[in-house]
């Protein structure tokens, strides 16, 4: 008699954006996966991110029933060290997947913008090519600031930029000048310095600052010369609308 060929389950890797932080502004579907998912993995970077993206999943999880993982990841620019901190990740969700179980990476906001999952996501690739993965998008900081200050990004034929201000970006005036909406994410690390610019192009009024969008002390800047010398918080982006 033929001996019965017995395949393994093998888990699903689930990339689950969170949305910029208001528990109701998740989707139905990240919420239901989250909620099913026996073991959730959340990235811990210098900046309580985890804490933001606990107190969004707070009343959807159970701490009896599901494995909460937080990931620190160091917050520097050094390529080793990130990629042996994405790497060392990458083998401990391997492991879970392989053992038949699915396992959640949750970002806040979207996970294929400027996120940590993206680099996990490749080095989950590299170790373990058969993973299967599915992505579940989340509304975008981007989409909820404009939203909340009433600031459409584009319209017609109109050009969109986004950037970082990590690095007091080279480019930003040529970036500013040809591109009809600017977007700078951490824009906390180069205030100053874009500040600078928008005063040199005579834009300093077509910008505005959104601070925690959607959470507790959310505030948006519509004078953002008052902002000048002033320490902003991580979770702040700028919309730059000529
Ligand atoms: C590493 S990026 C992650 C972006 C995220 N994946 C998204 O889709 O919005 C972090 C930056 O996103 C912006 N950000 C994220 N959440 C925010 C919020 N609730 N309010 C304002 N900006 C936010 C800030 O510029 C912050 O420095």
Known sequence: ???????????????????????????????????QCPVLFLPQGGEKEDGLALSVIKDMVSK???????????????????????????????FKLKEGRDVAFLSLGDPLLYSTFIYVYHAVKNIYSQAITEIIPGISSISAASARALIPLASGSQRVAIITGVNNHENLENIIDEFDTVIILKISRSLEYTLDILNKTGLTEKAIVVTRCSLPGEKIYNDVHLLRGKKLDYFSLMIVRK
């Open 64 to 94: 009896e029933n599901q494995e909460i993982i937080s990931l620190p990841f160091p917050m520097t620019l050094d390529p080793v060290i990130l990629d042996k901190a994405w790497g060392k990740a990458a083998e401990l969700i391997a």
């Open 1 to 35: 008699m033929a001996a019965k060929r017995v395949t393994r389950r093998v888990g699903t890797f689930y990339g689950i954006g969170l949305g910029p932080g208001d528990p109701e502004l998740i989707t139905v579907k990240a919420r239901r996966i989250i909620q």
